[in-house]
Every structure is written in C-alpha cells, then in structure tokens.
C-alpha cells in the first residue's frame, strides 16, 4: 500500500538506536526509551499560505530527523510502525549518519 501525507505532514520512520552502551553494557527492550531520531519516507506537497500558495516543506524523503519524544501519530502500515506528523514538529535535519561519522573520524 502506498502512502501519500496531506499538506505539511511527513511520514517518518524510526531509527532503531544501538541496544549496548558505550562501556559495553546491553540494554533490554523493556528499558530502552523510543528513539526521538527517524528518516522522513514521504512529504506532503506544502502548506498553504492566506493566499492559497503553496510552500513546499524543506525536508525530503531520505532526510535523518530529529523529533520531540511526543510528537506525531503512530500507525502501522503493512506491518511497518511510521510516525505522522506535522513539519513544524520536526526539530531538524541530521547532515550525515552517524556510520558516515565513525568513519570520517
């Protein structure tokens, strides 16, 4: 099934965050927090001004966010958990990924 957001939503995906600490420590599921970090699956066209103009969003699809650990509406389509949600609830735009990082570094 196909999903196509309205207006300024974005459909986001959650990143699942790495289930060990840094010092080595396994964290169980029932512990972990949901990740506040996602990647943006689709865009809505824009929102609209007074005029009735379009404002295209300024994120993509493909595009690492960042968002509020309360923010967006679950649901699940085919079997996938998605966040929806407005884009002036996303905090921001991640430039690189955090593989691409540990390897510049």
């Given at each position: 099934?196909?999903?196509?957001?309205?207006?300024?939503?974005?459909?986001?995906?959650?990143?699942e965050?790495?289930?060990?600490?840094?010092?080595?420590?396994?964290?169980?599921?029932?512990?972990?927090?949901?990740?506040?970090?996602?990647?943006?699956?689709?865009?809505?066209?824009?929102?609209?001004d007074?005029s009735?103009?379009?404002?295209?969003?300024?994120?993509?699809?493909?595009?690492r966010?960042?968002?509020?650990?309360?923010?967006?509406?679950?649901v699940?389509?085919?079997g996938?958990?998605?966040?929806?949600?407005?884009?002036?609830d996303?905090?921001?735009?991640?430039?690189?990924?955090?593989?691409?990082?540990?390897?510049?570094?």
């Amino acid at each position: 099934m196909k999903f196509r957001p309205l207006h300024d939503r974005v459909v986001v995906r959650r990143v699942e965050q790495e289930s060990k600490t840094a010092g080595g420590i396994i964290i169980p599921d029932t512990a972990k927090e949901k990740p506040q970090e996602g990647e943006v699956i689709a865009v809505g066209p824009g929102a609209r001004d007074e005029s009735g103009k379009v404002h295209a969003l300024d994120v993509k699809a493909g595009d690492r966010v960042l968002f509020g650990k309360w923010s967006g509406t679950e649901v699940k389509i085919d079997g996938v958990d998605y966040l929806i949600m407005k884009e002036s609830d996303l905090l921001g735009v991640l430039d690189g990924t955090p593989a691409a990082a540990a390897k510049a570094a």
